[in-house]
C-alpha cells in the first residue's frame, strides 16, 4: 500500500510546479485513493474494530497570504504555472468510526505534499451534528421499511394492498427538545402505480417516523395534523385515513403519455447552431471567454465555485459562490415545527448536483465538467457533467438610433454561463453563473421541483398553505439562498459603500438653498467601516458598491468599483427568539459584511444540521465588529423567495427565478462593450417568419448595413 501511495502522489511534492498545475484545483481520483488509505491506516489504530464510513471529502484552498500573490505571479506568466512554486496542498475530510458502542466523527486534514498523510485528526464537536448522506438515508429507509412496529402503522391506515409505501428522508431540524439527537425524519407517501417515476408526493401519509442516523434505529412515529388548524391526528379519527381522496397526479412525461395525454404539437424545433464552435477556451479549469478569465472549481458542498476572478487582466473577485442557504416551512404545528432544510450545509450542492445531457439542461455547444467525489467506503465516485459552460444570446446589449439620419447602431448582448442544478429530494435548484460583454457578472437562481407535501382531510382548507391536489396539502415555506462575494477590485484593499438616492431639502425660496423647484436629489454615500448588516430598500434605489478607495476613477474623480443592486426579497418570517430564527444566521437581513478569513466559507455555520444557534456561522463574525474599511473585506448577500403554493405549482413547479448582478461602476473610463461587432444580418443569418402574410415586405435588414 505504500508503494501504492508513493506512485499516487508522485507528482504532488512541494517545489518547482509542472506544466497545467494550479492549486484550486479540485481533489483529483489518485488524490482521493490516496486520502483514504492514509486516512484508515490512521484511524484503525485508534479503534481497529471499527467500520469506516466516509461522509466528504474537498480541497483546503490554500490559505489567500499565498495564493493571492502566487495567482498574480500566474497571470504574469501568460497563465502558465512551469517554474512556479507548489502551494501546500491538503484535503479536508469526514469519516466516522463506527462500532459497537456507537459512531464518533472526525474531521480529518490530510497533506497531499508527496505521500499523503494524515496532518491533524480532530473529533467533530458533540454539541453539533454532521450531515447526513445519501447512503445514510438509504440505509435507514430500508431499516424502516422492515421495521415492524412502522408496518403495524401502516396496517392501521389500511391501505390498498398494491399500494407501495416511499419514505423520503428528510432534515430533523431542532427544538428546544430534543436539539442534541441527530435523527433523520420520514415523509411518508404512497406509489399508486408499479412506475417508479410516478409522482408519490401526490399520495402523503399522516404519519412522520424518526431514524436514528447512526444505527438506523426506530426512535418513534409521530402522526401528524390532518385538519386544517388544530392538532387532531389520524388517531383521533374513528376509521382509518380516507386514503382513497387521492388521484393520480404525475409529471413524467412518459406516465403522461400513457394516460392520454395531449401534447402540444406547435412547437418547431428551436435550435442553437454554433457553425465555428464556441468562442471560450479551457485549459484545465481556467475559462477564458473575450476578456474575462477565471478558474471553476467545485466542491462537495459549494458545488460551482469561481476564483480568481479578472477582466482584461484586472482583479475583479477573488472568490465567488453560492455559501448557504435555508428552507424553513412554515407549519407551527408538531412535527411539522421543525421542517427546516439546509440543503447546502446539511446535504451538499455538489453531491446532489445533476448530470447533465445535451439538449435538455442547456442548448448549443456545450462543454461539461466532471467531479470527483467518494462513497461511504472512501472509493472515488465520478460525478459526471456537473457543470455545463455555455454561451447564450442575450438580446440586445445597446443600440441607438440617430433619428437625424434613421441610422442605428446595435450590438447584440452575448453571455457565457456557467450553470449546475442539484436535485434534493423533492426539490431542484438551478444556479447559473452568468458573465457579460460589458463586465456583468449575475447570478440567476430558479427553483422548481415538487413541492414537498402533507396529508389534509378531505373538504379541509389551511391557513398554513394551499391544497393542491385531493388530500394534499402544500404547505406555504421561504427559500433563502446566500452568496459569497469575496472581491478583489484592482487590489484585496476595498470599502462597501451604501448609496442611497434622497430628495434634497425643497428650497422655498432663492435664498433657502438649492432645490427652490423641488426636482432635486443626492446620493448619499455610507461606508461600512466595521463589520455589520444592512438592507435593501427599493425606495431608496439603494445600491451597495464595493470599491477600492486606493484607485481612483480619472474621468469621474470616484473610487473604482462594482456594484451590487441587492434583491428586496422577504426574509427569514420566523419569531427572533424562535430556533428556526437562531438557525438562519443569514436570514434576518439582505447585506452582510466581514473582515477576510480563511475558511470562513458557510454563511449559516460549518454543522448546520440540528443547529439551534450554536453553528458559529454569520452572527459570531459580525459580532467581532472586525474592521473593513480598505482591507481584505467579504459582502454577503441574502435574497430568496415565499413559496406560498398554488394549484399551478402541482404536480411539478414552474421555475421561480430570481437574478442578483454585479456590475462596474466606474471601474472604466467608457462603456466597456463599445469594441463588441456590431450586429449585421450577415453574421446572425436570421430569416423572415414565413407561416403567413405578416404585411411586412421587408426583405433586407437595417443592421446589415
Known amino acids: 500500500m505504500v508503494t501504492d501511495l508513493a506512485a499516487a502522489t508522485a507528482d504532488l511534492t512541494l517545489g518547482p510546479a509542472k506544466a497545467g498545475y494550479h492549486p484550486l484545483d479540485p481533489v483529483s481520483a489518485c488524490e482521493i485513493s490516496a486520502s483514504t488509505a492514509a486516512i484508515r491506516s490512521h484511524l484503525l489504530k485508534l479503534a481497529p474494530n471499527a467500520r469506516l464510513w466516509f461522509k466528504s471529502i474537498q480541497l483546503v484552498e490554500p490559505p489567500k497570504k499565498l495564493l ?169 379519527l374513528d376509521g382509518p385515513f380516507p386514503w382513497e381522496q387521492y388521484v393520480a397526479n404525475d409529471y413524467d412525461p412518459a406516465i403522461l403519455a400513457s394516460q392520454g395525454m395531449q401534447f402540444r404539437d406547435d412547437i418547431k424545433p428551436y435550435r442553437v447552431v454554433q457553425p465555428e464552435g464556441a468562442s471560450f477556451s479551457v485549459e484545465g479549469r481556467v475559462l477564458r471567454w473575450q476578456k474575462w478569465s477565471f478558474h471553476i472549481g467545485f466542491n462537495y458542498r459549494e458545488g460551482p465555485v469561481l476564483s480568481d476572478v479578472r477582466y482584461d487582466g484586472r482583479k475583479v473577485f477573488y472568490r465567488l459562490s453560492v455559501s448557504d442557504m435555508t428552507v424553513p416551512y412554515g407549519d407551527p404545528r408538531a412535527p411539522y415545527h421543525r421542517k427546516m432544510a439546509f440543503d447546502l450545509g446539511d446535504i451538499g450542492a455538489g453531491v446532489c448536483a445533476n448530470e447533465l445531457e445535451l439538449g435538455c439542461d442547456c442548448l448549443g455547444e456545450i462543454m461539461y465538467l466532471d467531479f470527483d467525489h467518494l462513497n461511504v467506503q472512501g472509493e472515488n465516485s465520478k460525478l459526471k457533467s456537473v457543470v455545463c459552460v455555455h454561451e447564450e444570446d442575450d438580446g440586445i446589449g445597446w443600440k441607438h438610433t440617430n433619428y437625424r439620419t434613421n441610422r442605428p447602431a446595435v450590438v447584440r448582448s452575448r453571455i457565457l454561463v456557467i450553470q449546475t442544478i442539484i436535485t434534493v429530494a423533492n426539490y431542484e435548484y438551478i444556479f447559473a453563473w452568468k458573465f457579460d460583454q460589458s463586465a456583468g457578472v449575475h447570478l440567476e437562481t430558479r427553483a422548481t421541483g415538487i413541492l414537498s407535501t402533507a396529508a389534509i382531510m378531505p373538504g379541509e382548507t389551511s391557513p398554513y398553505g394551499n391544497v393542491v391536489s385531493p388530500g394534499v396539502l402544500g404547505t406555504n415555506h421561504q427559500h433563502i439562498f446566500c452568496v459569497r462575494i469575496d472581491p478583489s477590485i484592482d487590489g484585496h484593499d476595498n470599502t462597501i459603500v451604501q448609496e442611497d438616492s434622497v430628495p434634497m431639502p425643497w428650497s422655498k425660496t432663492d435664498s433657502d438653498g438649492d432645490n427652490q423647484y423641488g426636482v432635486g436629489y443626492v446620493v448619499e454615500k455610507t461606508p461600512i467601516t466595521k463589520a455589520g448588516s444592512a438592507d435593501a430598500a427599493p425606495h431608496l434605489n439603494r445600491c451597495f458598491k464595493i470599491t477600492n478607495p486606493n484607485k481612483i476613477n480619472s474621468i469621474s474623480g470616484r473610487p473604482m468599483g462594482y456594484k451590487l443592486v441587492p434583491a428586496p426579497s422577504q426574509l427569514i418570517i420566523s419569531h427572533p427568539e424562535s430556533v428556526g430564527y437562531a438557525r438562519a444566521e443569514f436570514g434576518e437581513h439582505h447585506i452582510h459584511v466581514t473582515s477576510y478569513k480563511d475558511g470562513e466559507l458557510f454563511a449559516g455555520g460549518r454543522y448546520t444540521n440540528q443547529s439551534f444557534g450554536n453553528a458559529e456561522g454569520m452572527r459570531s463574525w459580525i459580532a467581532r465588529e472586525d474592521n473593513t474599511d480598505n482591507t481584505d473585506v467579504v459582502l454577503w448577500h441574502s435574497f430568496g423567495l415565499t413559496h406560498n403554493p398554488r394549484v399551478e405549482d402541482f404536480p411539478v413547479m414552474p421555475c421561480e427565478t430570481h437574478m442578483i448582478s454585479l456590475k462596474p461602476a466606474d471601474f472604466f473610463d467608457r462603456c466597456p462593450s463599445l469594441d463588441v461587432p456590431a450586429s449585421t444580418q450577415k453574421f446572425n443569418q436570421s430569416k423572415l417568419f414565413n407561416g403567413g402574410a405578416t404585411g411586412n415586405s421587408q426583405t433586407e435588414s437595417c443592421c446589415s448595413r
Not at 422492515?146 to 408496518?151: G, N, T
Not at 428522508?169 to 442534541?180: K, M, T
Not at 402523503?204 to 388548524?229: H, K, N
Request: aromatic fraction near 8%.
Open 68 to 236: 493571492a500573490p502566487w495567482l498574480d505571479q500566474w497571470n504574469a506568466a501568460g497563465g502558465k504555472s512551469a517554474g512556479l512554486e507548489r502551494l501546500p496542498r491538503n484535503a479536508e475530510c469526514m469519516v466516522g468510526t463506527k462500532e459497537k458502542e456507537g459512531v464518533k466523527w472526525y474531521e480529518v486534514i490530510v497533506s497531499l505534499d508527496g505521500t499523503a498523510s494524515v496532518a491533524s485528526c480532530i473529533r467533530a464537536p458533540d454539541n453539533l451534528h454532521v450531515s447526513p448522506d445519501m447512503a445514510e438515508m438509504v440505509a435507514a429507509e430500508e431499516a424502516l421499511l422492515a421495521h415492524p412496529e412502522f408496518q403495524a402503522a401502516i396496517a392501521k391506515l389500511q391501505l390498498p394492498p398494491n399500494a407501495k409505501v416511499v419514505a423520503d428522508g428528510w432534515i430533523y431540524g431542532a427544538d428546544s427538545v430534543e436539539r442534541n439527537r441527530r435523527c433523520t425524519p420520514f415523509m411518508v407517501y404512497l406509489n399508486f402505480s408499479d412506475n417508479p417515476d410516478s409522482c408519490h408526493y401526490s399520495a402523503p401519509l399522516p404519519l412522520v417516523p424518526v431514524v436514528d442516523s447512526d444505527d438506523f434505529s426506530l426512535v418513534r412515529i409521530d402522526y401528524t395534523p390532518i385538519f386544517g388548524t388544530g392538532n387532531k391526528t389520524v388517531l383521533d
